[in-house]
Every structure is written in structure tokens, then in C-alpha cells.
């Protein structure tokens, strides 16, 4: 529409009679034309609204509700809100949330970055190892998780072996997913294990853009390995480690399925973690309106956490 | 001291070998600059000088030292990239004490150093910015800034200008020749702008296909080219080249072209040409020695008239390029503008043969030099 205002005003003061008619019909060929851009959009943003957009709203207004699932929806005010406070498995799971995120964002970040650079290298085997680092990312996690329980197997998996043989007291043996001070340790570890072929090969792409001349460069001023890492390389992927530390904190506040397969949260609530609890809330005690407020601070806290990223990442 | 060897040098790329034994002797402090045609191994041959590319085979001796196996930063070099390879995240200030950090100098050292450079190369107002707001003459300025502040012994410098346009090439040329002058280094210079090869150099390494052509001052390769590549390498327009053939004429010789005969200059050694005579061989004949009768007293005595057919006047203001046809040949004569010429006309020139040139036909080679 400003379109056609803006030509109308411009053809300025020759106007003819056919004037009108020219704009009315632009104006309808324009309508017509976002029609179809509309129609074709439709399908897509129809299973968005119904499948992702409508049960966001319902979890937002739901928070404020009680609801079982079955019995009528009752309003709660703050009811939910308040019950935060009080709920010990929450504030474990808050903080379990936070320590995960805290601990497996840059351990990733730096796996992944350390196995991109040597894998950028021309080493012997290199494609090979290529895509042993990514197969994690790639398997099954309920057959990857089975292998992972039996390899950290307090009594007879082959690391605490391993352990025993290098001379470790079977007294001070680590109980992994069984030991509530290193379950943690372990679902950390699995995470980490799990997603950095994929950030690797992100890593990788972002390694094969940099001018190789800034090396030849940093060579002849005098730098060695680590310099030129750290003054060319780090400083060159910014930007893919921007990119890398958002999707991995989000996806590391979203953590479920890999506690789901090994330690379901436990021993105690050592591992818990805010969607373990909200789905323990939703499908186990039916407390959807809860559940929902817990999904709610989830979602504000990535909310802030990202704002914050994004925040700092212009002002470099 | 820098004087720079390179022996029987080679490099390969498995069976692929781009540099071949190339054997140069480089004074030190001087200004010595590789041209040749793209892909004839100029860059290769810097970078092994550099350390940037293993050495194949052969030796590379700096100041007196075997430097084959060490490392680049300790060569006492330091080099110009093509596209400046800046660093982009510092700013220009950092760009050029970064060398110097790394060596663990002084604070105060670094500060003067990079201001010095600075200044030399008016840059002062620009330190404080990252190279991405620069225009590409302040790039390259900081580039050369950075390889100053070190004081090398030696600078490397890859096509330092094919990214500038005209102006600023001719402007930075001059400033690279003061800076050489004012930095009493040994300069090792990569290009293939045979302009910035004959204003800059103190030598020419003229380059083909991995091999040395010829080495030899600015003048020198003009006048005495050792075959018919650097002939045509080096000037421009180009030499023009003739097929033509050698007969005796009285005690001296002339060249036949196509009923045309030149006399050869009395200065011309007879023992290489005799060989020649009766044989065809090829004469070269610089565009700015044929041209119109010269006025009677600035005449050489080696003239000898020449009529072509003018097939297009380029005009270049303060002369003109004539594109001639003689004999199925093309040609290219340099005239004054006041040489009246139309397209298609017959036109009676003069050669000035004194620095005619004779190849052999089948190698190529000068038979003169
Ligand atoms: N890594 C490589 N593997 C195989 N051949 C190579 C490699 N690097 C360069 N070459 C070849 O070596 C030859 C010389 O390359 P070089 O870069 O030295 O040319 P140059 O004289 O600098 O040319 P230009 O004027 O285009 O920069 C070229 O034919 C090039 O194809
Ligand atoms: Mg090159």
C-alpha cells in the first residue's frame, strides 16, 4: 500500500483521470500477491500455532492454574508460584540445572574445539576419527546410555577395572551413577561425550575459514603453537563460538533424556534437573498447573541467560 | 649482514617440480625483484626464503648461516603478504607490536618502535582502529608498519601492490624505494608489474616455468635480454620480433626481412654472427627504435629504412603507438603525434638497429649476449 501511495505521489502533478483506476488495481494485485505468499505459509505456521504456539499459551495461563488432568481447571493465583519456594526438589533442581549448564557448556565447548583443531590437522586416520567423534551425536542414546551404564559400572564396569589396576583402593572407587556425589560427574560426562562430535564439525567449518595467511603471519612474528591459537584461532572463531555456547546452553538447560536413561534424577535428587522435575510433576503427580510454572521459570531463565549472550556479543 | 644465497634450489609437489634449481646470490641491502609470468614460482621461491614452504632440495644461506631447517622467526626476516594478512581482530597499533610482544620486548620499546614506524609511514592516526576500517593503501601501510618495527635484515614482500589502483601504486612504489634506501635492509620483492620491477630494482630475477631466466640490473635485461622471453618479458609495448635471415655485406652483415634489409652496427661481435650467416634466425626490434626519420642531428648512424601499412594509431598523448603490418608481421613503431598517419596508409619508417637484437631460432638464446 505505501508502495502505491509513494508512486501515486511521485507521478505528482501531471495526474490524469486513469489515476484511481491504476492504483485500485495495484493496490489489488498487491493484496492478490500476499494472498499467495500468505497460502503458502499457512501449512506451516497452522501446525506451529496448533502444535507449539497454542500449548505454550496454555502452559503460561496453565501455571497460574490447578489442574489434574482429568477434574475441572481451577484458578490458583500465585498458589504455584508461592509453592516454589517450599519445594526442595525444586530449588535441587534449579541449582542441578545451573551447576550441569555451568559445568557442561564450556567443557563441551573446549572438547569439541580441542578435537576440531587436532582433527583440522593432516594427521594419519584423520576422516576416520572424523566421524568416530561425531558418531555419538548420530547413535541411538538408549543403546549409547545401556553401553555407558555397563562401562561406568561400579563393580565390574572396565574404567573402575582400570582404576583398580593403576592402584586405586576399591574403598575410594567412584559409584558413578549409583554414588549421589558422582552422578552428577557422570551425566556431565555423558553429555559432554554425546554432543561434541556435533559442535566439532562446527568447530571444523569454522577452522577451514580462517586465512591461513594469519598463521604464515603470526609465524614469522615469532608465535608459537599456543600462541597462534589463542591470538589467530580463538579470536578468528567468535563468532562459531557464539553461536556454539547459545544452542549448547539452552540445550543443556532443556537436559532430559540422558538422565531419564541413567539415573532418573536420582540417587536422591543429586541429578534432578528442572524439565526431570517438571515431568515428574506433569506425568507422575498429574500437577499440571505446577508443572507449568516450573516450566515457566525454565523458560525465563533461558530467556535471560540468552538475552545476556546476545547482549555481549554485540558489544564485541 | 644479509647477504642471502639460494643453491641449486628446488621445490616439488611429488612429481610436480614448480621451482627448479635456482641459483642466486643476493648482496645485502640489496633490492632484488622476482618477475615473471603467474605461476612461473615467483611466490614459491619468497615463501622457502620465508619458511612458509619447505625446501625440497638445495641449500638457502642467510648471513652466512645454513637456515634450510630453521624455523621462520628466527630467519631475521620478516614479510609483506599479497592480501596483508592483518590481523583482523586487532587494531593497528596491536597489528604492529605484536611481533615485538611475542619477543618479549619492553613496553616502552614497543611504544617507540610502533610509533616510529608510525610516523615514517603516516599512519600515526590510525592506530587506534581495526584493519577492517582501512582503505587498502592504509592496509598495506600497516602491513609494511608491522614488518618494520621488528628492524629484519630482510624483507619479504609478495605482490605488495596488485591491490591498489594506478595512483596509489606509483605513489607507493616511490615509498617503498625511500623505505628500502632508509632502512638499509635487504629487500626481496615478488611481482609481475615489470613497472615496479624497473623503477625499484637494484636486480632483476626474471622467472619462467620455475627456472631463471636472467638476472641482471633494470638496463641491463632491457638492452642485453639473454633470449627471446625476457625480450618480450621486460618493455612496452612489447619487442617486436622478426623471422629474418643474416647475409655478409662487405666486412659487415645485415638482416633480411621480407626484401628489407638491415645493416648490422659495426659494434655487433662477428664472431657470434658469422655462424649465422645464410642461417634464419629472429631480429628484435624495440617499439621506440622504429619510428619516423629523426630531425638530421640527433640521428643515430644505424638507421635503416622501413615501410609498413598502419593498421590502428593509438594515441597516448605524448606519443603514438603505431600498430603496423610489414610482411605478413605485426609490428608496434613509436612515433611523435605530429606523425600524420592514417589507417591503411603506407608509411616509410627507419629502424635504429644499435640495440637491434639476434636470436637463435631453434633455443631461442641471444646469439649477442
Ligand atoms: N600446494 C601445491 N601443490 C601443487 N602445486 C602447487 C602448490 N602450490 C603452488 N603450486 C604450483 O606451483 C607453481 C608456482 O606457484 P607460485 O604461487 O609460486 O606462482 P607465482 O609465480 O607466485 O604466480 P602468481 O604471479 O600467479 O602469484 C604454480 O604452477 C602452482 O600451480
Ligand atoms: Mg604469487
Partial sequence: ?316 | MASISLKKLNKTYGALTVVHDIDLEIADKEFIILVGPSGCGKSTTLRMIAGLEEISNGELVIGGDLVNEVPSKDRDIAMVFQNYALYPHMTVYKNMAFGLQLRKASREVIHRKVQEAAKILDITHLLNRKPKALSGGQRQRVALGRAMVRNPAVFLLDEPLSNLDAKLRGTMRAEITKLHKRLDATFIYVTHDQIEAMTMADRIVVMKDGHIQQVDTPQNLYDRPVNMFVAGFIGAPQMNMLPSTIERRGDGYAALFDGRELPLPAHFDKNRIEPYVGRELVIGIRPENLHELPPADIASENLAPFDAVVELAEPMGSEVHLNLTAGGRNLIARVSPRFKAKIGDGVKLVVDTTNMQLFDRETERSILY
Fill in chain 1, 1 to 316: 500500500m505505501s508502495m502505491s501511495n509513494s508512486t501515486a505521489a511521485a507521478s505528482g502533478a501531471p495526474a490524469t483521470a486513469r489515476r484511481p483506476a491504476k492504483t485500485m488495481s495495484r493496490r489489488r494485485r498487491q493484496v492478490q500477491n500476499a494472498l499467495v505468499a500468505y497460502s503458502f505459509i499457512a501449512p506451516n505456521f497452522l501446525g506451529f500455532a496448533v502444535f507449539t504456539l497454542g500449548p505454550i499459551l496454555f502452559a503460561f495461563v496453565l501455571a497460574f492454574m490447578h489442574w489434574d488432568g482429568s477434574n475441572a481447571i481451577t484458578f490458583a493465583g500465585l498458589d504455584n508460584f508461592w509453592r516454589l519456594f517450599e519445594d526442595k526438589a525444586f530449588i535441587a533442581a534449579f541449582w542441578n540445572t545451573i551447576i550441569y549448564t555451568a559445568v557442561s557448556v564450556p567443557a563441551t565447548l573446549a572438547c569439541a574445539l580441542g578435537l576440531a583443531v587436532l582433527l583440522n590437522q593432516k594427521i594419519f586416520g584423520r576422516d576416520f576419527f572424523r566421524t568416530a567423534m561425531f558418531f555419538p551425536y548420530v547413535a541411538s542414546l538408549v543403546a549409547v546410555a545401556v553401553v555407558w551404564n555397563m562401562i561406568f559400572n561400579p563393580e565390574m564396569g572396565p574404567v573402575n577395572m582400570i582404576l583398580y589396576t593403576l592402584g586405586l583402593d576399591p574403598k575410594d572407587m567412584p559409584g558413578w551413577a549409583a554414588d549421589r556425589h558422582w552422578a552428577m560427574v557422570t551425566v556431565i560426562l555423558f553429555g559432554i561425550w554425546k554432543s561434541m562430535g556435533y559442535y566439532m564439525v562446527i568447530y571444523l567449518a569454522g577452522l577451514q575459514g580462517i586465512n591461513s595467511e594469519l598463521y604464515e603471519a603470526a609465524d614469522l612474528d615469532g608465535a608459537n603453537s599456543w600462541q597462534k591459537f589463542l591470538y589467530v584461532t580463538v579470536p578468528q572463531l567468535g563468532p562459531t563460538t557464539f553461536f556454539v555456547t547459545v544452542m549448547l546452553t539452552i540445550q543443556s538447560f532443556k537436559v532430559f533424556d540422558q538422565i531419564y536413561m541413567i539415573t532418573q534424577g536420582g540417587p536422591g535428587t543429586s541429578t534432578l534437573v528442572l524439565v526431570y522435575h517438571i515431568y515428574n510433576e506433569a506425568f507422575i503427580s498429574w500437577d499440571l498447573g505446577y508443572s507449568s510454572m516450573i516450566a515457566l521459570v525454565l523458560f525465563f531463565l533461558v530467556l535471560a541467560v540468552t538475552v545476556v549472550q546476545f547482549r555481549r556479543q554485540k558489544e564485541d
